[in-house]
């Protein structure tokens, strides 16, 4: 299965693309998209928008899962991040992908197995379980691989209760 990893956000937006294969983690890209702050708002979202559907398209995932908001005090911020999150749900909908939300708690626990986890932890979590050299770059990258293993454990124990 290839999850697509989503860390939304205006200014900078994190992606991790992994597949997911017999308990195994491979990692196919991640990275940030940048949007220009002299831009305005539409033409922010649009950008993530065509972002989205050109990672879509180039890697052809399965599954979307999106970072949920932890509300920022400033609710300006929090409105265009939720604005943001908006248009990363919407392309992955109409390119026809399962879209999943989760928590910073859930992703924590995903992937750290505590919910109160420390940034670092998870951060060298991903840096284990995904085989990498050193801990992703920036931030927002790392966050996305990590939304994206959440998902992929998440997927995982949902089947074997199934069972």
């Known amino acids: 299965m290839v999850i697509l990893g989503i860390d939304p956000g205006i200014a900078i937006m994190g992606y991790g693309i992994i597949e997911y294969k017999h308990d195994d983690f491979n990692v196919l890209d991640y990275g940030c998209v940048r949007t220009d702050s002299s831009l305005n708002t539409a033409k922010r979202l649009e950008q993530l928008y065509n ?9 052809k995932p ?8 932890f509300f920022n005090k400033n609710a300006k911020t929090a409105m265009v991040i939720g604005q943001a999150r908006g248009v990363c749900i919407l392309a992955g909908s109409n390119c026809g992908l399962k879209v999943y939300e989760y928590t910073p708690l859930q992703v924590k626990q995903g992937v750290v197995g505590y919910g109160r986890a420390e940034k670092a932890q998870v951060q060298q979590m991903v840096k284990t379980l995904l085989k990498l050299d050193s801990i ?4 927002d990258a790392a966050d996305a691989l990590a939304v994206a293993v959440c998902h992929a454990h998440s997927k995982r124990v949902n089947h074997l209760l199934r069972e």
Do not use: F, N, Q, R
């Open 51 to 59: 972002s989205i559907l050109y990672l879509v398209h180039k890697y």
């Open 136 to 139: 992703p770059k920036p931030d």
């Open 62 to 69: 399965e599954d979307m899962a999106v970072e949920e908001l």
